[in-house]
């Protein structure tokens, strides 16, 4: 007989500390404040491997404020070969990446990430790092002042992002490689480093309501198989090209603005079966 979800409530990091170790998996930690670790949660050899859900009260502005600070602790939060699901938490200040996710074990099917209403704020190393997951959706989140990407996803499949901001990250806002059927909708990528968003290898692309400002490349795409979508893309005042798309099947840009960039508003080269630009502002 399956047994009911169990919610461990924790304000402080030992009551933290406990819920991981003696929840079940299908489990719910609720944490009621911004812990401080001085230890860690989970690391290389000591990833969590329950399938939990860690989940969070949002302030009266529906803000997270609730979380981990994770004070140069390796990885706040590692999952190994699990099913992840963090709502309305707050990570801050890893020693390198503030969530990380990664799937090891080819013998399972389908494997499940589901973040929504995130802050990843001033980790060492990416904010988001989601390696060899089937299904991810990512909604509401933020990563800024990351010292790596915003968000680095990593081999996976059936992608999501909706509403999502990826601003002053020291690299990209979003980087996506090697992935298929990725899907990005109401997305702010500003005054990345790099690029607002950049994804190569990828299989099929879909890319709407996205605005990428102030990057050193707004949107670069490269090497992409079947199709790229792009949609009512926004992409100014980037210091190289808004949208630069190289080595794709087939491109469809429309509805789109490219103003104030210093080389190019859109580059399209290399490959290609079509190239359909359509209502294009340059």
Known sequence: ????????????????????????????????????????????????????????ELNENQKPVCGVDGRDEWHTFYFKDVDVTMENIRVERARYIGIFIYYNDDSAATVNVNLKNIICYKNKGDGIYIGRYANVDIEHVVCYKNKGNGFCIIDCSNVNFNNVKCNKNKYAGIYVADCSNVNLNDIRCDENRINGINIIKCENINIDGVKCNRNKIGIEVSEIHYEINVNNAICNYNKLAGILIGNADKVNVSQSKFHGNDWAGLSVHGGGESINLFAHIT
Do not use: W
């Open 1 to 56: 007989m399956n047994q009911e979800p169990k919610t461990h409530i924790v304000n402080t990091e030992d009551e933290l500390h406990e819920a991981i170790k003696n929840a079940n998996d299908g489990d719910i930690i609720k944490i009621c404040s911004l812990i401080e670790l001085t230890k860690h949660i989970s690391h290389g050899d000591n990833p969590i491997t329950k399938s939990l859900k860690f989940t969070a």
